[in-house]
């Protein structure tokens, strides 16, 4: 399968602890996104990065959330501290060409605050 | 207001109607107007990728854009229950990494 990966699908944990997300995109793609998605909602833009470079991050991203693509491959998303209104499914995208031109999304993590 | 509206829906047609997906926008920066898919528990997938005004057909699927109107819509045709899923707008400009999704809009088509 040569598409995005995510991992893990799933997380629960409680409050106050500190989760990790992985994303694994299209091998020829240097840009990856970050973006947060609740339920009934459309996705919420995080981050995104061209090669190894942060280039944008959203309000959003408070000083809790960190994403980092060492090496301009995977990626990174860590919450510390968490707390239940960070309940939502996590997804990372990828592309190649143009900014924004054809995003190719994973499946997600979901993440579950307790 | 939010940048993008999109009626939520939940739309449910029988099967072989048009179904008509409409997204409305304030912002004239937007350049870049997209229709993703989004089927239950998976990451959406591109349909349509647009930067012009006027029509794009693809098989059953016809992305609209009106710039002026700023409206942008998404017809499908001979809609089939594998179409049923969540239908999501989304909108960008050449100055930033972020899509603006709509709320998306939920079809179900019935056998």
């Known amino acids: 399968d040569t598409g995005v990966s995510q991992d893990p699908r799933h997380k629960i944990t409680k409050r106050g602890q500190n989760v990790t997300f992985r994303c694994d995109p299209i091998s020829e793609h240097n840009r990856l996104y970050w973006y947060r998605q609740t339920l009934g909602q459309g996705p919420e833009f995080l981050t995104y990065?061209?090669?190894?470079?942060?280039?944008?991050k959203s309000r959003l991203l408070s000083d809790r959330f960190s994403a980092e693509r060492p090496k301009g491959s995977f990626s990174t998303l860590e919450i510390q501290r968490t707390e239940q209104g960070d309940s939502a499914m996590y997804l990372c995208?990828?592309?190649?060409?143009?900014?924004?031109?054809?995003?190719?999304f994973g499946s997600g993590t979901q993440l579950s605050v307790l | 207001q939010k940048e993008v509206e999109q009626d939520p829906g939940p739309l449910s047609v029988p099967e072989g109607a048009i179904v008509s997906l409409n997204c409305t926008y304030s912002?004239?920066?937007?350049?870049?107007f997209m229709w993703y898919r989004q089927y239950s528990r998976k990451g959406p997938e591109l349909l349509m990728y647009?930067?012009?005004?006027g029509n794009k057909e693809d098989g059953r699927f016809t992305a609209q854009v009106d710039k002026s109107s700023k409206y942008i819509s998404l017809f499908i045709r001979d809609s089939q229950p594998s179409d049923s899923a969540t239908y999501l707008c989304a909108l960008g400009s050449s100055n930033t990494g972020k899509l603006i999704f709509g709320q998306g809009t939920t079809l179900q088509v019935k056998p």
């Open positions: 995208a990828s592309s190649s060409g143009q900014l924004n031109e054809k995003l190719f």
């Open positions: 990065f061209q090669n190894e470079a942060q280039l944008e």
């Open positions: 647009t930067y012009s005004s």
């Open positions: 912002n004239s920066a937007f350049q870049y």
